[in-house]
T-cell receptor, first 114, second 116 residues
Framework: EAQVTQNPRYLITVTGKKLTVTCSQN?????MSWYRQDPGLGLRQIYYSMNVEVTDKGDVPEGYKVSRKEKRNFPLILESPSPNQTSLYFC?????????????FGDGTRLSIL | QKEVEQNSGPLSVPEGAIASLNCTYS??????FFWYRQYSGKSPELIMFIYSNGDKEDGRFTAQLNKASQYVSLLIRDSQPSDSATYLCAVTGGGISGAGSYQLTFGKGTKLSVIP
């Protein structure tokens, strides 16, 4: 089954404790992206990657890191989480074509930073 | 800064009616347009995508695009209570290639309520 898998689904942690949210897709998609969703603000892009070892900032990259060492994986790293990073996070992927393609979303990760 | 605007709603329609959801975008060079449905606490689910001016129909859903007016809409015919959700309009940037044509900018969504 074609899917984007995120882990963990839920996490409560404390300020300053490094954490990683994993994202894996089995569709051989080149493009992967991370979004956060907050009430009243909608979905905002954090980072994206157009292929292995190619990453770039989205609209709200501060406080986050990513890496793309393999095509299928695109982890999101919070080196020193703060309460303002409490949010619902989604990973998404799509193939690269001449025109933008629909993105497939993971089930989401709800992070609470105390 | 690319912007995508949607009426936040809530939009309430009776069961069986047509629901009309609207979206405007600021980047005149935008190429691809998507409608996602999102139930509370769930991930966005693709409903429709459209690239060319005009209408595109898929079952009870019709997407309409007018690039000159920078306007895209979604019509839902024979609305059902199960259609009650938040509908997200998303737009990719201009350019046939390069990062801009893949970056999705989302509107904040319109909450639709279908009343039985």
């Amino acid at each position: 089954e074609a899917q984007v898998t995120q882990n963990p689904r839920y996490l409560i942690t404390v300020t300053g404790k490094k954490l990683t949210v994993t994202c894996s897709q089995n569709m051989n998609h080149e493009y992967m992206s991370w979004y956060r969703q907050d009430p009243g603000l909608g979905l905002r892009q954090i980072y994206y990657s157009m292929n292995v070892e190619v990453t770039d900032k989205g609209d709200v990259p501060e406080g986050y890191k990513v890496s793309r060492k393999e095509k299928r994986n695109f982890p999101l790293i919070l080196e020193s989480p703060s309460p303002n990073q409490t949010s619902l996070y989604f990973c998404a992927s799509s193939p690269l074509r001449a025109l933008g393609q629909p993105q497939h979303f993971g089930d989401g990760t709800r992070l609470s930073i105390l | 800064q690319k912007e995508v605007e949607q009426n936040s709603g809530p939009l309430s329609v009776p069961e069986g009616a047509i629901a009309s959801l609207n979206c405007t975008y600021s980047d005149r060079g935008s190429q691809s347009f998507f409608w996602y449905r999102q139930y509370s606490g769930k991930s966005p689910e693709l409903i429709m995508f459209i690239y060319s001016n005009g209408d595109k129909e898929d079952g009870r859903f019709t997407a309409q695009l007018n690039k000159a007016s920078q306007y895209v809409s979604l019509l839902i015919r024979d609305s059902q209570p199960s259609d009650s959700a938040t509908y997200l309009c998303a737009v990719t940037g201009g350019g046939i290639s390069g990062a801009g044509s893949y970056q999705l900018t989302f509107g904040k969504g319109t909450k639709l309520s279908v009343i039985p």
